[in-house]
């Protein structure tokens, strides 16, 4: 048996980048298309994945060969006889597929159609940290003759010194070898120790990255009776303790609580630094305070064990325990000994939802527009289509596109199938994981760029395992290993942030997916209030399902007016808040309503400029004027993020006429606290929000009337469901329109 495996190690730019290896008889029951595999690849081992299995015909005639007639190179040794033979496959290193079949067939139609290497399209289908990276030890050859004299007298100081080092850590990378010594130096002792025969060095994987999370759980054996008796044998000692009467030597011997405690404040200000008092304690009181903090360790194992019922979702670790109930090491393994806990090593999950509380709830009546959407979505006449044609789901602002959804993904569901849902921006997420959670409780995957690596590994192995029924998140969700995929759903298609254009490949997820339905012939959803041009008319031509909702529920479209400020300016109003919009606010905010101003531009002025000979502050790697930005006093880049000081005189002419022209959420930010000081604001855009943490708390304080203005950039524009705003406002246009 033969397989081809991808490398990233021979594959970035190969015409042919698979290479082709036996594979051994004690490994071909194992081996599957997808899995992750360790292959020899000149003198290193690399990590690759099995592409393709060939069947062992004709080994004789085909040796040597792809399947298509030409020889993969870095797979072959020369045998004595001169006939080139197929080197061995040297481990699996997972016997589960990190790629299913649709993937595959996937990858070869983005790396053909975006010109991009197939490694690239498989690493990034991989989670972050999952391959390993290759590296070659050096280890003794004979430890016995490399410490004799013999040895010694034979070998450089170097090469012994070397020796000496293998001696102590038992082995040692090339590649730290040479940031000791230096390229040069560490080859020429690296070919001495090698020609000795005293040195050997063999070909291995780093550990990945990204791995399982384990770690020492603290748990509560004793149930019933048992620990009823334990318990009562505690209180039993801390009553007994209490009341025998003291003697007056031994109370003036005992340090004051209050004196102590000063003392425990000024040396140690570790709040759970209580080990240090047992020692002053005598030795009845020590006993006491002991059974008091091991009382309460069992009173917060029992809480936590029965209000959440699963030690993935929360636990105590030693150091975690010790610490909340000034407990040591061996007090608590006292615990151990008497049979009321146990300690052991677990699998821990790191779940993105961890600590967030998320209402569960019930599908909604749908009105007619909305059921017919659903029918031409998941309906028995639609599924002859859908290897033929997506379907757009057209629907205004407010006219329920979500619910549609959530009613697909369950009636996909249904049939034992699973479904994919993608959102634009970081900012959607939030929201859209509280509705699709709440609705599929305990089945639903998080899948986006802003997770840890760890995150994401446990994500991306619940998903394969097929723990989960729904995937939601960024373009790369699309990317996971969902067996029975049953139905894709692209939220807000006409968004730009689907198009990956930072790196290779530069693929649209919209497109992407399209193709995906196609492989698996199932349904493409693509929704939006204002969809893309070009879906638009493919629609209109045929070519995708047209399905309109073209009424809101329950509400009618907002009036939309547009205010020429040039008659504002001519008017004396010089301000960037037009009077019409001063006046709305002024009654969103007597109303006790909630306003959202969005502007496309951060910062506080976008061009710094001297009045005197026209010198414009630009970056010195982008050509492009650098921003002001009134909170850090900095000028930035907004492109390669480089800054600047600020500058109060011109370096060209050395004049005081430097001048901050233009506007940002800063500036529109202290413009409404000049106008409005009693409104709460908020600012939302890249500068206030730099992680998934920050985002969700600051759509959750708007969400929850904490703020009453919200002004901020393409962030808040992503379809979010505010119920307290009744205002928009769009601050210089022209900016956006001409950007």
């Not at 509280?434 to 986006?448: D, T």
Request: proline fraction near 5%.
């Amino acid at each position: 048996m033969r397989v081809d495996v991808l490398t990233s190690a021979g594959s970035w730019q190969s015409e042919h980048p698979l290479l082709t290896y036996l594979v051994p008889s004690e490994l071909q029951a194992d081996v599957r298309v997808g899995q992750l595999v360790a292959v020899p690849y000149g003198e290193r081992l690399v990590e690759g994945i099995v592409w393709g299995i060939q069947p062992d015909e004709d080994m004789n005639r085909e040796q040597g060969t792809n399947g298509e007639g030409t020889i993969n190179q870095g797979t072959m040794n020369r045998a004595p006889t001169g006939e080139e033979v197929l080197r061995p496959l040297h481990a699996i290193l997972d016997a589960e597929p990190a790629l299913l079949g649709h993937q595959i067939a996937l990858a070869k139609w983005i790396a053909e159609y975006y010109v991009t290497p197939l490694a690239h399209v498989a690493l990034m289908m991989l989670p972050p940290g999952l391959m390993q990276r290759s590296q070659v030890v050096l280890h003794l050859a004979k430890d016995e003759y490399a410490d004799s004299p013999e040895a010694r007298a034979a070998s450089s100081l170097q090469l012994r010194a070397l020796v000496g080092l293998l001696l102590c850590e038992g082995e040692l990378d090339v590649e730290r070898l040479k940031a000791m010594l230096g390229p040069k130096r560490a080859k020429e002792v690296l070919k001495e120790a090698l020609a000795s025969g005293l040195v050997e060095r063999e070909p291995q994987l780093q550990r990945p990255k990204a791995r399982v999370q384990r770690k020492l759980i603290v748990h509560l054996i004793a149930q019933g009776e048992s620990l009823e008796n334990w318990r009562q044998r505690m209180e039993a000692r801390i009553q007994a303790i209490h009341s025998v009467p003291m003697a007056a030597d031994n109370v003036r011997r005992r340090p004051s609580l209050k004196k102590s405690a000063q003392q425990r404040k000024s040396a140690l200000p570790d709040p759970w630094a209580l080990p240090t008092v047992v020692a002053t304690l005598p030795l009845q009181d020590k006993e006491a305070l002991i059974a008091q903090h091991q009382l309460a360790a069992v009173h917060l194992l029992e809480q936590s064990e029965s209000q959440i019922g699963a030690v993935s979702r929360r636990y105590w670790t030693q150091g975690m325990l010790c610490k909340a109930c000034a407990l040591t090491r061996a007090q608590l393994q006292q615990l151990v000994r008497e049979h009321i806990i146990a300690i052991e090593e677990v699998e821990i999950r790191r779940d993105p939802l961890l600590r967030r509380t998320i209402p569960a709830s019930t599908p909604l009546s749908l009105t007619p527009d909305q059921q017919q959407a659903l029918e031409q979505i998941v309906g028995e006449d639609a599924l002859q289509q859908y290897h033929i044609r997506p379907l757009l789901l057209h629907g205004v602002t407010g006219s329920g596109k979500t619910e549609v959804y959530l009613q697909a993904l369950a009636a996909v569901i249904a049939h034992g199938k699973r479904g994919i849902l993608l959102v634009p921006e970081i900012a959607l997420t939030t929201q859209a994981v509280q509705r699709v959670a709440g609705r599929f409780p305990g089945r639903v995957a998080i899948i986006h760029g802003r997770l840890s690596a760890g995150e994401r590994y446990d994500e991306w192995r619940r998903i394969r395992a097929g723990q989960v029924d729904v995937i939601i998140g960024s373009r790369s969700a699309l990317f996971s290993p969902v067996p029975d995929l049953g139905i894709i759903i692209v939220d807000e298609e006409h968004e730009p942030a689907y198009k990956q254009s930072e790196r290779r490949p530069t693929y649209h997820a919209r497109d992407v997916a399209i193709m995906l339905g196609y492989i698996l012939h199932i349904p493409v959803v693509l929704g939006s209030a204002t969809p893309a041009v070009g879906t638009f008319y493919s629609a209109e031509q045929g070519a995708y399902r047209l399905v309109q909702l073209p009424e809101r529920i329950g509400a009618i479209l907002p009036p939309v007016e547009v205010i020429d400020l040039r008659n504002e300016l001519h008017s004396g109003n010089t301000s960037i808040i037009s009077r019409r919009l001063h006046e709305e606010l002024e009654h969103v905010l007597k109303l006790g309503q909630q306003a959202i101003l969005f502007l496309n531009r951060r910062g506080a002025a976008s061009c710094i400029l001297c009045r005197d000979c026209g010198f414009v502050a630009m970056c010195d790697r982008c050509d492009i004027p650098l921003t002001y930005h009134a909170t850090e006093r900095m000028l930035l880049c907004h492109y390669c993020g480089s800054r600047k000081q600020i500058i109060q005189f011109c370096p060209n002419c050395n004049s005081s006429g430097i001048r901050y022209f233009g506007v940002g959420t800063e500036k529109v930010e202290s413009t409404l606290r000049s106008a409005f000081p009693s409104a709460r604001l908020l600012r939302w855009d890249k500068d206030t929000a730099r992680n998934l943490r920050a985002h969700e708390d600051l759509l959750d304080r708007f969400a929850n009337r904490e703020a009453d203005i919200l002004v901020g950039t393409q962030m808040i524009a992503k379809g979010l469901d505010l119920p307290g705003v009744t205002l928009v406002g769009v601050i210089s246009a022209d900016i956006a329109l001409n950007l």
